[in-house]
C-alpha cells in the first residue's frame, strides 16, 4: 500500500508539472500576440471578403449562413468550418475587432500546448520540448497567421491539425474505436477550415515508418488501411479546392521547369526566413523575385540531405523532422502555383514544427554530449526567445491596420504590385482619390496592365492633390508600353 501510495503521488506531481508547464505556454503566447487584439480589421484585402463587406457573415449565425457556409467557394476555397466560425464571432462581438483577434489568439495558444504535448509524445524532455513550443509560439512568421483576421481558417486548421496528430499517437499506446474515429473527425475539421493539411496522412504514415516502427504484417490494421478514410478526404479536398481556385481565376500555369526552380528557391527563402527572420513582408510578389542562385541551391541541397537521411537507418527524429518541413511545404512550394506570391509567411504554420523537430533534437545531442555547456545553452535559448517575442511584437504593430502594412511592403520592396495597388484602394476608401489613384495605376503598370494604368492616371489627374510631374512620367511610360504591345492581351 506505501508503495502503490507513492507511486501515486510521484504521478500526480508528474501531472501537475506537465499542466504547469502547458500553462505557462499558454500564458507566454498570450502575452506576447496580445498588442494584436489592438488591431483594427485591414482595409482593401481580405478582411473585407471574409467579415466587412460579406453579407451573409454580417448577419451572424443563421440557418441560411449555416448553408451558404458549406455551399459558398467564396474567395477560392471550400472552408464551412472557418465561415462559421466567422459568423459565431459576428454573434458574440459585432464587427468589434478585438474579439475577432483574441479568438484567433486563443486558437494559437492552444496549438501551442497541443504541439508540447506532441513534442512530449515523441520523446523529448520537457525543457526541450517547452523551448521549441515557445519557439514556434512566438516565432514572427506567426505573426500574418494570428494577427490577421481574415486568416482564422489557419489557426483552425493547425489547431485541429495538431490535436489529430496527438489523438493519432495516443491511440498508437491505447488503441480503440472512439479514438481512430477522433483522428478521422479532426482531420476532416483541420480540412474543412483550411486544405493546408492534405499531406497529414502522408505525415501519419512517416511518423509510423520512421517513428513508431510499426510493422505491416503484425498489425491487425496496417497503417496504410488505417489512413485510407483520410487519404480519401484528403483526395476529395484537393479536388474541390482546385476547383475552386480554378474558378476564382487563381491557378497560374507555367513550364514545369520553371515551377521546379521556384519551388526550390521557395525552399531555401523559407529556411533563411526560420532563422533570420527580417524583412517579412504581407506579400512576397514572384514578379520581379530575385530568385537569384543561391535559394535554388539551398532548397536542393536541403532536399538532397533530406532524402539521404530518409533512406538511411538511426536516429528517427530527424527522419521525422525533415520529413515534415519537406512534405508538408509541398502544397504551397510553388509546383502547384496559386496566386502570385513567391512565398508566404501564413504558410510557415504547420512546416515549420519539422524544423523545430530538427532544432530541438540537434540542441539535445549537443548539450548532451556537453554537460558543462547546460547553463550557456539555457541562456542562449533565453536570449533568442526574447529576441524573437521583440521581433513579434514589432512585426503586429504593422498589421494594425491596412496603410500601415501595405507602406511597410512598399518600404520593403517598391515595386510590390499587391501592396501599391491595395495602398490604393485603402486611400481611394479614405477619398484621398488623387494619391490614391497614383498608385493603382503604378501597380497595374507593374502588372503589365497600362492601358488600365493610363486611364486611371487620368482620374488621378482629375482628383488633383498629386505631383503633376509624376503623372507626366508615368503616363509616358504607360504610353511606351501600349506602343510596344507590352502587357496587351494580359
Same mark, same amino acid.
Given at each position: 500500500?506505501?508503495?502503490?501510495?507513492?507511486?501515486?503521488?510521484?504521478?500526480?506531481?508528474?501531472?501537475?508539472?506537465?499542466?504547469?508547464?502547458?500553462?505557462?505556454?499558454? +500564458?507566454?503566447?498570450? %502575452?506576447?500576440?496580445?498588442?494584436?487584439?489592438?488591431?483594427?480589421?485591414?482595409?482593401?484585402?481580405?478582411?473585407?471578403?471574409?467579415?466587412?463587406?460579406? &453579407?451573409?457573415?454580417?448577419?451572424?449565425?443563421?440557418?441560411?449562413?449555416?448553408?451558404?457556409?458549406?455551399?459558398?467557394?467564396?474567395?477560392?476555397?471550400?472552408?464551412?468550418?472557418?465561415?462559421?466560425?466567422?459568423?459565431?464571432?459576428?454573434?458574440?462581438?459585432?464587427?468589434?475587432?478585438?474579439? =475577432?483577434?483574441?479568438?484567433?489568439?486563443?486558437?494559437?495558444?492552444?496549438?501551442?500546448?497541443?504541439?508540447?504535448?506532441? +513534442?512530449?509524445? $515523441?520523446?523529448?524532455?520537457?525543457?526541450?520540448?517547452? +523551448?521549441?513550443? $515557445?519557439?514556434?509560439?512566438?516565432?514572427?512568421?506567426?505573426?500574418?497567421?494570428?494577427?490577421?483576421?481574415?486568416?482564422?481558417?489557419?489557426?483552425?486548421?493547425?489547431?485541429?491539425?495538431?490535436?489529430?496528430?496527438?489523438?493519432?499517437?495516443?491511440?498508437?499506446?491505447?488503441?480503440? !474505436?472512439?479514438?481512430?474515429?477522433?483522428?478521422?473527425?479532426?482531420?476532416?475539421?483541420?480540412?474543412?477550415?483550411?486544405?493546408?493539411?492534405?499531406?497529414? *496522412?502522408?505525415?501519419?504514415?512517416?511518423?509510423?515508418? =520512421?517513428?513508431?516502427?510499426?510493422?505491416?504484417? &503484425?498489425?491487425?490494421? @496496417?497503417?496504410?488501411?488505417?489512413?485510407?478514410?483520410?487519404?480519401?478526404?484528403?483526395?476529395?479536398?484537393?479536388?474541390?479546392?482546385?476547383?475552386?481556385?480554378?474558378?476564382?481565376?487563381?491557378?497560374?500555369?507555367?513550364?514545369?521547369?520553371?515551377?521546379?526552380?521556384?519551388?526550390?528557391? %521557395?525552399?531555401?527563402?523559407?529556411?533563411?526566413?526560420?532563422?533570420?527572420? +527580417?524583412?517579412?513582408?504581407?506579400?512576397?510578389?514572384?514578379?520581379?523575385?530575385?530568385?537569384?542562385?543561391?535559394?535554388? $541551391?539551398?532548397?536542393?541541397?536541403?532536399?538532397?540531405?533530406?532524402?539521404?537521411?530518409?533512406?538511411?537507418?538511426?536516429?528517427?527524429? *530527424?527522419?521525422?523532422?525533415?520529413?515534415?518541413?519537406?512534405?508538408?511545404?509541398? @502544397?504551397?512550394?510553388?509546383?502547384?502555383?496559386?496566386?502570385?506570391?513567391?512565398?508566404?509567411?501564413?504558410?510557415?504554420?504547420? *512546416?515549420?514544427?519539422?524544423?523545430?523537430?530538427?532544432? %530541438?533534437?540537434?540542441?539535445?545531442?549537443?548539450?548532451?554530449?556537453?554537460?558543462?555547456?547546460?547553463?550557456?545553452?539555457?541562456?542562449?535559448?533565453?536570449?533568442?526567445?526574447?529576441?524573437?517575442?521583440?521581433?513579434?511584437?514589432?512585426?503586429?504593430?504593422?498589421?494594425?491596420?491596412?496603410?500601415?502594412?501595405?507602406?511597410?511592403?512598399?518600404?520593403?520592396?517598391?515595386?510590390?504590385?499587391?501592396?501599391?495597388?491595395?495602398?490604393?484602394? %485603402?486611400?481611394?476608401?479614405?477619398?484621398?482619390?488623387?494619391? &490614391?489613384?497614383?498608385?493603382?495605376? !503604378? #501597380?497595374?503598370?507593374?502588372?503589365?496592365?497600362?492601358?488600365? #494604368?493610363?486611364?486611371?492616371?487620368?482620374?488621378? !489627374?482629375?482628383?488633383?492633390?498629386?505631383?503633376?510631374?509624376?503623372?507626366?512620367?508615368?503616363?509616358?511610360?504607360? $504610353?511606351?508600353?501600349?506602343?510596344?504591345?507590352?502587357?496587351?492581351?494580359?
Amino acid at each position: 500500500m506505501i508503495g502503490s501510495g507513492r507511486l501515486l503521488t510521484a504521478a500526480a506531481r508528474l501531472i501537475t508539472r506537465e499542466r504547469m508547464l502547458a500553462l505557462s505556454l499558454f +500564458l507566454l503566447t498570450v %502575452a506576447v500576440f496580445l498588442p494584436s487584439c489592438g488591431n483594427g480589421f485591414i482595409a482593401a484585402y481580405d478582411d473585407e471578403l471574409y467579415l466587412t463587406l460579406n &453579407g451573409v457573415v454580417r448577419q451572424g449565425l443563421t440557418p441560411a449562413g449555416f448553408l451558404w457556409a458549406f455551399t459558398s467557394l467564396t474567395g477560392g476555397n471550400w472552408h464551412p468550418v472557418t465561415w462559421l466560425s466567422h459568423m459565431l464571432d459576428v454573434t458574440l462581438f459585432g464587427l468589434v475587432p478585438a474579439g =475577432h483577434h483574441l479568438v484567433s489568439l486563443l486558437f494559437h495558444g492552444g496549438s501551442t500546448v497541443l504541439l508540447y504535448r506532441l +513534442l512530449r509524445q $515523441l520523446g523529448f524532455a520537457r525543457a526541450t520540448a517547452w +523551448l521549441a513550443s $515557445l519557439l514556434f509560439a512566438v516565432h514572427p512568421q506567426r505573426v500574418e497567421s494570428v494577427a490577421w483576421a481574415a486568416e482564422r481558417k489557419d489557426v483552425l486548421s493547425v489547431f485541429f491539425g495538431l490535436a489529430a496528430l496527438t489523438t493519432y499517437l495516443s491511440s498508437l499506446r491505447r488503441p480503440g !474505436r472512439g479514438r481512430y474515429l477522433a483522428v478521422v473527425g479532426l482531420f476532416l475539421l483541420s480540412l474543412l477550415s483550411k486544405p493546408m493539411l492534405v499531406t497529414l *496522412p502522408l505525415l501519419i504514415l512517416g511518423l509510423d515508418q =520512421h517513428l513508431c516502427g510499426r510493422t505491416r504484417e &503484425g498489425d491487425r490494421w @496496417p497503417p496504410l488501411m488505417e489512413m485510407l478514410p483520410l487519404l480519401l478526404a484528403a483526395g476529395a479536398i484537393g479536388v474541390i479546392t482546385w476547383y475552386a481556385q480554378a474558378e476564382s481565376n487563381a491557378v497560374v500555369t507555367a513550364p514545369l521547369g520553371d515551377r521546379v526552380l521556384v519551388a526550390l528557391a %521557395a525552399y531555401g527563402e523559407y529556411l533563411r526566413l526560420f532563422f533570420v527572420p +527580417l524583412g517579412l513582408s504581407f506579400h512576397y510578389p514572384l514578379e520581379g523575385s530575385a530568385i537569384g542562385i543561391w535559394r535554388p $541551391l539551398a532548397g536542393l541541397l536541403f532536399l538532397a540531405w533530406g532524402i539521404r537521411l530518409l533512406c538511411r537507418q538511426g536516429e528517427p527524429l *530527424p527522419r521525422v523532422g525533415c520529413f515534415w518541413f519537406l512534405v508538408t511545404l509541398l @502544397p504551397v512550394s510553388g509546383i502547384v502555383r496559386f496566386g502570385g506570391q513567391f512565398v508566404a509567411d501564413r504558410y510557415t504554420y504547420f *512546416p515549420h514544427i519539422g524544423l523545430l523537430i530538427l532544432l %530541438a533534437w540537434g540542441g539535445e545531442r549537443f548539450l548532451a554530449a556537453r554537460p558543462s555547456w547546460g547553463r550557456a545553452g539555457a541562456t542562449s535559448a533565453a536570449i533568442l526567445l526574447v529576441g524573437m517575442a521583440l521581433l513579434t511584437v514589432r512585426q503586429i504593430g504593422y498589421w494594425h491596420d491596412g496603410e500601415r502594412l501595405y507602406r511597410r511592403a512598399i518600404e520593403l520592396n517598391p515595386a510590390n504590385w499587391l501592396a501599391l495597388g491595395n495602398l490604393g484602394g %485603402a486611400l481611394v476608401q479614405q477619398e484621398r482619390y488623387g494619391e &490614391g489613384f497614383l498608385l493603382l495605376a !503604378r #501597380a497595374q503598370l507593374l502588372r503589365g496592365r497600362p492601358a488600365e #494604368a493610363l486611364e486611371t492616371l487620368r482620374s488621378a !489627374r482629375r482628383a488633383g492633390g498629386v505631383s503633376l510631374r509624376e503623372l507626366d512620367l508615368l503616363s509616358d511610360e504607360a $504610353l511606351r508600353k501600349i506602343r510596344n504591345g507590352d502587357g496587351v492581351g494580359r
